[in-house]
């Protein structure tokens, strides 16, 4: 084989080598991102994700797929993805259930919420309102400390024991003193159906659930839940406004990698996640799931984490909630 043969031959393989290589990259940078909903379709942290994955895949050029994996509230489909190569292709849409509360309410979590995952992105908070029957003889705060007040006490609902419902009435029940009595359903439908009957005195629960309710005059309002009004019942005074100290808390959102996942990865994937988030179609449509925006930075999200598992277990260990 002639010199001027041998280079051509290599040449040619070089370019082989450097085509299959620009394919390759080509089929990583074109393949699905698969965004874990630890939850059911339908609810809200599946419709908050199908609207987050939609902006992200366009932010990023690539398909965003949406995977609900159901189950241990929260815990199997958020276990997946802990223990997922962390490459960047699999992340999960956490909640406040799965990422702060279930760290203190399952006895055996098979996940740890701050060692083995990685923030993406803040998507939002939505405080919870406090409402009853539109028919109820409780009326406000006053008569609902004074109805809890009496022997019988009262009774309120929630999703399941442990629940961002459950925890807020025993915060109130704390509050307020008197007896107030937990009813879990199987599900916060169900729940609020059963306030609307007045099969149960009040619940805690999402704006988006109990807006149409409230409209359609079934329902009235008490109180929210968070440090300032919801922005979808701003007519609505806050419980701290009320009068009840320290009454601060809110379901929200927060998109995660596995923990191991490249910085370089990071970066990018948190550059796209700002971006989508920041678009005004999708700020609307979280407005209309009751969802708040608030920008936070990337090194602000590990210790917001880290004071919400702080808050929420305290209220955990105080309601006597475990799941074994």
Excluded: C
């Amino acid at each position: 084989m002639t010199f001027r043969t041998t280079m051509r031959t290599l040449l040619a393989a070089g370019v082989l080598l450097a085509g299959a290589v620009g394919q390759a990259q080509a089929q990583d940078k074109g393949g699905p991102i698969k965004m874990v909903v630890p939850f059911g379709a339908g609810t809200t942290t599946d419709t908050v994700a199908r609207v987050v994955g939609e902006a992200l895949g366009k932010a990023l050029q690539q398909p965003v797929i949406v995977d609900n994996r159901a189950g241990a509230g929260g815990s199997t489909g958020s276990d997946l993805v802990a223990k997922s190569a962390p490459d960047g292709r699999t992340l999960v849409m956490g909640t406040v259930g799965t990422h702060a509360i279930n760290a203190a309410l399952f006895s055996k979590l098979p996940y740890d919420p701050m060692r083995d995952f990685a923030p993406v992105a803040f998507v939002g908070y939505t405080p919870t309102l406090l409402v009853v029957a539109a028919d109820s003889p409780i009326k406000s705060l006053k008569d609902l400390a004074q109805a809890a007040a009496k022997p019988q006490g009262v009774t309120f609902a929630s999703a399941g024991n442990g629940t961002s419902g459950h925890l807020a009435g025993e915060l109130l029940a704390q509050r307020l003193g008197g007896k107030m009595i937990h009813v879990p359903f199987k599900e916060g439908a169900m729940a609020l159906t059963g306030v609307i009957a007045s099969q149960v005195d009040f619940m805690f629960y999402h704006p988006a659930a109990v807006m149409p309710q409230i409209k359609a005059g079934k329902l009235r309002a008490l109180g929210a839940s968070g440090a300032a009004r919801s922005a979808a019942a701003s007519d609505v005074p806050t419980l701290m406004e009320q009068g009840i100290a320290d009454f601060d808390l809110v379901a929200w959102f927060m998109l995660y990698a596995p923990a191991a996942t490249p910085a370089a990865t990071l970066a990018q994937l948190r550059t796209a996640g700002a971006t989508a988030l920041a678009q005004p179609e999708v700020m609307a449509k979280l407005r209309e799931q009751g969802i708040e925006s608030r920008p936070m930075r990337a090194e602000e999200m590990q210790p917001f984490n880290k004071i919400e598992l702080g808050k929420w277990a305290g209220l955990v260990k105080r309601s006597v909630a475990q799941v074994d």
